[in-house]
């Protein structure tokens, strides 16, 4: 079992994303270990971007001591005194979306130059001021010593998935009428609104689920858009059982052969990030053809109908999801979005980058 990371993959989407917004800067989202395929190798491979983002100062730290030298933002800024003088040690811009990160930067005793990046609640209502605390929190950090200047300013789109929610055009609309007369560079556009809301490609982009080849629109997948999965969750077959008709496979007895069917055992489960819940039909690909999940995800094995395909031996490659299963389909039937399918691979799995 491992899970393959496409180096050459990661350049062509951020390529991609180049293509999409030619006039904007990119800002690489690569927290959560990079959505689950490895922040620092993702990083390497994406070098060419404008800057990182990550979640958490512990993340940059590890950007830091792997030796990146980018801007690196914290997309939740700091908490602590002591996270503001490691953040401020490292370079690292920090997101300020409320009073007490403020409250935070005043009463610092080190003035060493720091970008901060300013972020508007236009309606996700998560992080961020609300359009009517914006012009005071923005005056405030103004006022700060040793705070880079103009702000850049930023807000995050909620439902920009879905091309007919008027949403995202309101909180577009909100987020230029707030920050009108503000200096400062703008960020607005996660993937989707890369792909789908030219209006949001503005001085930064932040991509990060199309940079790992998925599509965030429901029912498509990222080859629609000309990119290249990246990741590659395989195993193998272990195992081949006759099970004949009316026997059961897996826990629970939740499927029960119709007819004399021909059984494979893979070495994979929820034990290593496939969903316990997904169901009964997804696909997998043996050797390049698909054959369907039968029974339930054991922590360590999945079963699959074979009967239909023949020369099927122990050891044949197996691929959960990646080239030629978008990971977008796998998800549909765990009930479930990519990102968590791909953040879910566990640690036991071993990964290897290309």
């Given amino acids: 079992m491992r899970s393959v990371v496409d180096s050459a993959a990661l350049r062509h989407n951020l390529a991609c994303v180049r293509a999409l917004a030619p006039d904007s800067r990119v800002l690489a989202v690569i927290k959560a270990n990079a959505y689950g395929h490895g922040l620092v190798p993702v990083a390497r491979a ?69 970008r901060a990046w300013l972020k508007l609640d236009t309606g996700m209502n998560r992080l961020g001021f609300r359009p009517e605390e914006f012009d005071a929190a923005y005056g405030r950090l103004g006022g700060i010593p040793g705070i880079e200047q103009p702000p850049r300013l930023v807000t995050h789109l909620a439902n920009a998935d879905d091309r007919n929610d008027p949403m995202t055009v309101a909180q577009l609309r909100c987020f230029e009428s707030v920050t009108a007369g503000c200096p400062g560079e703008r960020s607005i556009a996660n993937s989707a609104g890369i792909l789908a809301w030219p209006d949001a490609r503005s001085d930064w982009a932040r991509p990060g689920l199309m940079l790992y080849g998925v599509a965030p629109f429901r029912g498509e997948s990222g080859t629609d858009f000309g990119l ?15 099970v004949l008709p009316g026997e059961s496979v897996g826990y629970r007895a939740t499927w029960r052969a119709g ?12 034990g290593d990030g496939y969903p316990r819940a997904t169901a009964a039909g997804a696909p997998v690909l043996i050797e390049g053809r698909r054959a369907s ?61 290309r």
């Fill in 228 to 242: 290249r999965p990246v990741m590659s969750f395989e195993t193998e077959v272990i195992a081949l059982k006759t």
């Fill in 259 to 270: 007819r004399a069917s021909r059984i494979a055992v893979l070495a994979a489960g929820y």
């Fill in 293 to 353: 999940l039968v029974g339930r995800v054991s922590m360590d094995m999945l079963t699959v109908d074979v009967t239909d395909l023949s020369a099927v031996r122990p050891g044949d490659r197996v691929t959960l999801w990646g080239d030629g299963l978008p990971v977008e389909e796998v998800a549909r039937y765990a009930g479930a979005i990519p990102y968590e399918l791909t953040c879910g691979v566990s640690q036991r799995v071993p990964h290897e980058v």
């Fill in 46 to 114: 994406l070098a060419a971007s404008d800057a990182f983002a990550v979640a958490r100062l512990e993340e940059g730290l590890l950007l830091r001591d792997a030796g990146f030298e980018q801007p690196v933002l914290l997309l939740e800024g700091v908490r602590t005194p002591e996270q503001l003088a490691q953040a401020c040690q490292q370079g690292l811009d920090l997101m300020v979306h409320s009073f007490e990160q403020l409250a935070l930067l005043e009463s610092r005793a080190e003035r060493a130059p720091l």
